[in-house]
């Protein structure tokens, strides 16, 4: 697979400069300096090898390639910030499943009580138990491991 022809900050000021109208202003919104954010949108025409902005205006006005790239470019920027909070959520065990294998008498009589206390501090992450014989759980344990 090739290379993309963009980077996430290449987005991120194709939206700061559609957002912001100029140039300045997004460099100022994004705390780089201007030539920083010209030089970005050069290397991005070039490498899309197709004009983002029609130069001779007082405002950055886009072409329709750079509509149609602020359109998916904003969609991933999205996905990237959604990825990061649910990998955040994850690990603060605000979100995902918890998959638990037991025996009939822990499952049934140990496990219930413990996964509600579990469900009462972690609400949003998914319990799954699974009961079945001891040998049945051993087995099923070492194939996930793998």
């Given at each position: 697979m090739s290379d993309l022809p963009f980077t996430l900050d290449q987005l991120r000021i194709l939206k700061a400069i559609a957002a912001e109208?100029?140039?300045?202003?997004?460099?100022?919104?994004?705390?780089?300096?201007?030539?920083?954010?010209?030089?970005?949108v050069q290397n991005l025409e070039r490498q899309l090898d197709v004009p983002l902005f029609d130069r001779g205006g007082r405002r950055a006005q886009l072409t329709e390639a750079g509509h149609l790239l602020l359109s998916y470019g904003e969609k991933i920027?999205?996905?990237?910030?959604?990825?990061?909070?649910?990998?955040?959520?994850?690990?603060?065990?605000?979100?995902?499943?918890?998959?638990?294998?037991?025996?009939?008498?822990?499952?049934?009589?140990?496990?219930?009580?413990?996964?509600?206390?579990?469900?009462?501090?972690?609400?949003?992450?998914?319990?799954?138990?699974?009961?079945?014989?001891?040998?049945?759980?051993?087995?099923s344990c070492c194939k996930w491991a793998n």
């Open positions: 109208g100029s140039f300045k202003r997004a460099a100022d919104s994004l705390y780089v300096s201007q030539p920083a954010v010209s030089l970005q920027l999205t996905l990237c910030q959604e990825t990061c909070r649910a990998i955040e959520d994850l690990q603060n065990l605000q979100g995902g499943t918890l998959v638990i294998g037991a025996s009939q008498t822990t499952g049934t009589y140990l496990l219930p009580r413990m996964i509600g206390l579990f469900r009462q501090q972690y609400p949003d992450v998914a319990v799954q138990l699974h009961v079945h014989s001891t040998r049945r759980t051993s087995w």
